[in-house]
């Protein structure tokens, strides 16, 4: 695929402006960034309109509402008037016009081209082959002392630092050494996880209870990148390489992006953050499930419709982004003692020994935790003094429900027989 | 299943048998239910505090969802960090 520069085009300005959660608009009302949709819905039904969300595996994410005339954008954390400002002007500084938060990090990727790129695109690769759920590990049980610490701005640091070929050939053998020694590269593998619970080093077996990495049991063929397969190898997995998609001649397109990213983070607030950490989505979301919402103005009912789903933008990136994460973090941050394991962040007893520091990719001490118990990947609760906090797989809940939905999951597993090998594709995602 | 939401479900004239999934929408002032029937979403029920969502939807909806394999969707916020 090209990736090309942002064209020249009419500089007309994009008036700007913030909601906030009692419907007060403050700035410009072309477009209007806000946290919750939940406002937005409500004046959908009552003067009419349209938007669209994406829905995963119980989840739904509001991506856009047209009301009156006006676009509202939902679901900016801890978005304020002066950060939509900062964010406006950071982004006419480079001809980009704001609009949806990961088209306007597209846009300031692209205008941080001096030129054309081109980089290498999916080939034949299936990438519905490609496991995409992002938890790696958890190990039931009640644990004291634990500590808990992620990387920074992780999907930033892995576009931004991301070196892409420019083609992929595919040779006709390729054994696993050399394929996992060859940056960019991936493969259609059958993975196999049929020896039970032997010891691999530091690292867990990915054949334990709660794992939910790619597969834990029994055999598979996955498009996998060669980080992943690294890590598939040394927690104990058989592979089979059945294709291989060898990157040559690299090239480094969101260098400049990298630094321009944590010029925003540090000058646009919170706004600047999440834009910055959106880039890598754009490549990848294109399969995502999208549905358009029809309302009619007083009525509490709204009509839905599914949109034809497209591919990812670039299978390649995508994959190569959340695969670097991944081995980071394993690689790295878990060890024996790793009780809970996310997408970019650990909990453990015992961690091994990581220099923390502030910059994107750095690890960050997140807390020192009195007890921690973990149900599930995504399902734990820990105490940190006195305050005791519950994760239900990115359920928002006040702490009374959350305590009493978290008992009742616990119930429910305790007696569930199935809980002993769950695959990634029956648990929410995070 | 109290009658707070089978008289809910009688004003928005839906049938609780068709419901495919509850979507919750957490708002400054509340929470919003929508139940999808059939692609359709309906608002259901008043906007529930925090004290009404405990009583009337984790200790009373949530249980006769999870007891007739009715979805509960979360409605997720982007992240900054």
């Given amino acids: ?430 | 299943m109290s009658s707070y939401w089978e008289d809910a479900f009688s004003e928005a004239e839906i049938d609780a048998d068709e419901i495919e999934r509850f979507n919750v929408v957490r708002g400054d002032d509340g929470w919003d239910i929508y139940a999808d029937v059939g692609g359709e979403m309906v608002s259901i029920g008043d906007t529930l505090d925090d004290e009404q969502m405990e009583d009337l939807f984790w200790d009373d909806l949530y249980d006769w969802a999870m007891d007739n394999d009715v979805d509960i969707d979360r409605t997720m916020e982007y992240a900054a960090d």
């Avoid at chain 1, 598979?220 to 397969?229: K, V, W």
């Avoid at chain 1, 970019?344 to 690890?363: F, H, M, R």
């Fill in chain 1, 1 to 430: 695929m090209i990736l090309s520069p942002l064209p020249l085009r009419d500089s007309s300005t994009i008036h700007a402006g913030y909601m906030d959660a009692r419907g007060r608009v403050e700035g410009g009302r072309d477009i209007v960034y806000t946290e919750s949709p939940a406002l937005l819905l409500r004046m959908a039904m009552e003067f009419g309109g349209k938007a669209w969300f994406s829905r995963g595996n119980a989840s739904t994410r509001w991506l856009k509402f047209d009301i009156a005339g006006t676009t509202y954008y939902p679901g900016a954390e801890g978005v304020t008037l002066e950060s939509v400002e900062a964010l406006s002007e950071f982004a006419a500084r480079r001809n980009v016009r704001l609009g949806a938060l990961p088209g306007v990090a597209f846009n300031l990727f692209r205008s941080t081209l001096s030129g054309s790129v081109e980089v290498a695109s999916r080939g034949d690769a299936i990438p519905q082959r490609y496991p995409r759920g992002p938890r790696l590990h958890a190990a039931p049980g009640v644990y004291r002392d634990c500590v808990s610490y992620d990387l920074r701005a992780a999907y930033l640091w892995s576009i931004g630092t991301l070196k892409m070929p420019v083609a992929y050939c595919l040779p006709t053998r390729m054994n696993l050494a050399e394929l996992v020694s060859l940056p960019g590269s991936f493969a259609l593998a059958r993975v196999s996880f049929n020896r039970k619970d032997i010891p691999f080093g530091i690292l867990p077996s990915l054949t334990k209870q709660g794992t939910t990495a790619w597969v834990n049991k029994g055999s598979h063929t996955l498009i996998l990148t060669g980080d992943d397969l690294a890590i598939a190898h040394l927690c104990g997995a058989a592979i089979r390489i059945d294709k291989a998609w060898v990157g040559v001649s690299f090239v480094s397109p969101f260098e400049s992006f990298y630094e321009l990213a944590i010029e925003m983070r540090s000058t646009c607030g919170a706004l600047g953050k999440q834009v910055a950490n959106m880039l890598w989505g754009v490549f990848w979301a294109g399969g995502a499930n999208v549905w358009e919402a029809t309302f009619h103005k007083g009525s509490r009912k709204f009509t839905t419709r599914q949109m034809q789903s497209r591919e990812p933008l670039s299978f390649p990136i995508g994959a190569t982004v959340l695969a670097r994460i991944r081995s980071k973090v394993f690689m790295e941050g878990v060890s024996k003692s790793s009780v809970h394991v996310h997408t970019d962040g650990v909990i453990a007893t015992k961690p091994p020994l990581l220099s923390y520091g502030n910059e994107p990719g750095d690890w960050r001490l997140v807390g020192n935790l009195n007890e921690c118990e973990v149900l599930a990947p995504g399902w734990y609760r820990y105490r940190e003094g006195d305050k005791e906090t519950y994760k239900l797989a990115g359920r928002v809940a006040s702490r009374d429900a959350a305590r009493r939905i978290f008992h009742h999951r616990r119930e429910i597993w305790k007696q569930s027989e199935s809980r002993k090998f769950i695959h990634p594709a029956n648990m929410d995602t995070v």
